[in-house]
């Protein structure tokens, strides 16, 4: 079933960077996004990546994306859930959204998506830090308007985190899909940034008698409460097993992923 439902969601080639004719596509090497001003990480620059497997995987293991543009001259940063299809990111909301309102004309964007590896505590209050892994991914946004991706855009928003899982749904109403915006911003710049190194002191620092270390931070799952107006009789189905109490929502989620929308 599931190979089945692939077909009608996987991205097309063009835009799995697998095209020569893909501008992100680096002649040797695996693809790469074009690195210039903006997306060039400056500081620490031995912890930016630009390959499509490092930016796509830790955009993949995430849940939560951060969108910034610009609205009367202010900066706005909204958190919104997202998914991503070959080069392109899609994010939704309703319609009266003051984020998707702003959104409509090829505005500038940028987004990011973080996961918070660990708080460092050093032996002096310069060196603490944290380890993280994020992204910044720069384009334009679009509104979606073509009904039939409109469509299936919103079936990848729920089997993203749950392959299979719109199938076993009462299917959307035409009113609910009007009542929603979608939008998408193909990825023209992205840098990834990854600190894991836990405490990094000056030399001489390490003789102090002082305490450090690093502190794991992690997004587990709770145990799954059931809604309490289930009709008897309804089971959890089997194809959310991956969501099990106590394991990382990053495992979940990239293995979620991974299954839907191989690419
Ligand atoms: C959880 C977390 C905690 C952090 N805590 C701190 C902190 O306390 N202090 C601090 O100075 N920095 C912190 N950082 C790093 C911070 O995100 C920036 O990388 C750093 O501040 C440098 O910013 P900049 O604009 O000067 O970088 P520049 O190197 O000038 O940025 C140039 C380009 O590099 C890329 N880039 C920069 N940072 C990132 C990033 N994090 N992820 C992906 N691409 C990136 C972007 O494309 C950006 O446009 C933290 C990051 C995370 C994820």
Partial sequence: MLAKRQK???????RDGRSPEDPTMSDADAPTYIVDHLNRVKRRADRGHYDHETVHR??????????????????????????????????HGSNSSRMLKNLSEGEPVCITVTHFDSLVLARCGFNHSADYRSVMAFGHARIVEDPEEKRRALTMMVDRFFPGRTAQLRASTQKEINATTVVMMDIERASAKIRAKGVADDDEDYALPIYAERLPVRMVIG?????????????????????????PLEEAVTEAH??????
């Fill in 258 to 263: 991974a299954a839907a929308y191989s690419d």
């Fill in 8 to 14: 009608t969601v996987r991205a097309p080639s063009y």
């Fill in 58 to 91: 830790l955009l993949d293991s995430g849940a939560l994306a951060h969108v910034s543009y610009i609205v009367d001259g202010w900066p706005l940063c909204t958190p919104t859930l997202f998914w991503r299809e070959g080069t392109r990111i899609y994010w």
């Fill in 223 to 247: 145990p799954p409460e059931s809604c309490p107006r289930l009709q008897s009789g309804v089971e959890r189905p089997h194809n959310l097993d991956g969501y099990r109490a106590g394991r």
